[in-house]
């Protein structure tokens, strides 16, 4: 698969530069990179749910999910919630300023097998980031796919990422449920936590899967109601958010016992996840 993880040297970064700078939210920036190399750039392949290194010269390198999907190859986006030391200097690029990226890394979402599936994508707040890559994916594949359902929360709604594509989603099909956490003058959409939705949504476990990635007691809650609902193990997702530091399994910082999140994941089922669990 060609990509930009130089094989002589898998920790030098590809030069790229920022074309579009979107602010999502108070604290998460969304940017838009090209690769200069305009042969490396037609030529970057990626699957869903992988992830790439960026880095800014002089301050380090973080993780993030490439966010748009491999079926729109004009750029490609990852969106950066403001935490510490990277991801502010990310903060503070400009449209036009250089970076550098590394990808792809890791594994991605079994696309192929979920075809002829209902789904259910249950986000919170940054969490749709990795949920939007596999969402657009499926929303330009439309009809491999069954229903699919988006739950998606955040605490206000200044805080939902993507809210200009959000007509775009219902428009090709998408059943999208949107809730923020209280009462907000002119929010006309569902009010409560995201466990709660889904409780009160109830979506079929019948030959569904469900895709979840949000904070992790967001997770715990939404793991615990998707039992309740019926569904089992092997038909729930997560991508596991491990800090890493050579994306390529080779420093040792992101394993979970055997498992290295940065080669075998982010993307794992429930079943792995507790199989990981039990074996530390
Ligand atoms: C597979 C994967 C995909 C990711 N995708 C995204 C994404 O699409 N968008 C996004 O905004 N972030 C994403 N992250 C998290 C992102 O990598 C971290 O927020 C970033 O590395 C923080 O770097 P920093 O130098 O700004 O913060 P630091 O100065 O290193 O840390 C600041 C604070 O953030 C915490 N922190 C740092 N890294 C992580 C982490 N990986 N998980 C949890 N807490 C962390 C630290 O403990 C500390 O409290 C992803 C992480 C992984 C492993
Ligand atoms: S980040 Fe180095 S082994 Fe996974």
């Not at 986000?123 to 739950?151: C, H, N, Q, S, Y």
């Not at 409780?199 to 079929?204: D, H, K, N, Q, R």
């Not at 038909?235 to 055997?258: H, S, Y």
């Amino acid at each position: 698969m060609p990509n930009v993880v130089s094989k002589n040297n898998p920790y030098l970064p590809q030069m790229g530069t920022i074309r579009e700078i979107i602010q999502e939210t108070p604290n998460i920036k969304t940017f838009r990179i090209v690769l200069d190399d305009p042969e490396q750039m037609a030529a970057f392949r990626f699957e869903p749910g992988q992830v790439g290194q960026l880095s800014v010269f002089g301050v380090g390198e973080s993780t993030f999910v490439i966010n748009s999907p491999p079926t729109r190859r004009e750029y490609l986006q990852f969106s950066v919630m403001k935490t510490g030391e990277v991801t502010r200097a990310l903060h503070r690029l400009c449209e036009g300023d250089p970076i550098g990226v590394r990808a792809p890394l890791g594994n991605s979402f079994p696309v192929e097998a979920l075809k002829g599936k209902d789904i259910l994508f249950v986000g919170g707040g940054i969490g749709m980031a990795p949920l939007r890559t596999l969402l657009l994916t499926m929303v330009d594949r439309r009809e491999e796919f069954g229903d699919i359902t988006v739950i998606y929360g955040a605490r206000s709604p200044q805080d939902l990422c993507y809210r200009y594509e959000f007509d775009q989603w219902r428009a090709a099909g998408v059943n999208l449920v949107l809730t923020v956490d209280r009462e907000f003058p002119g929010w006309e959409e569902r009010v409560g936590f995201v466990p709660t939705v889904l409780a009160e949504e109830a979506p079929s476990p019948y030959n569904r899967v469900a895709i979840t990635c949000g904070p992790p007691i967001m997770i715990k809650f939404v793991l615990a109601g998707l039992k309740e609902l019926g569904y089992e193990d092997d038909q729930i997702l997560t991508t596991l958010e491990r800090r890493m530091k050579c994306g390529i399994g080779l420093c040792g910082r992101c394993n979970i016992g055997d498992t290295y999140v940065c080669v075998d994941g982010p993307v794992f089922s429930n079943t792995q996840l507790r199989q990981m669990v039990s074996e530390l």
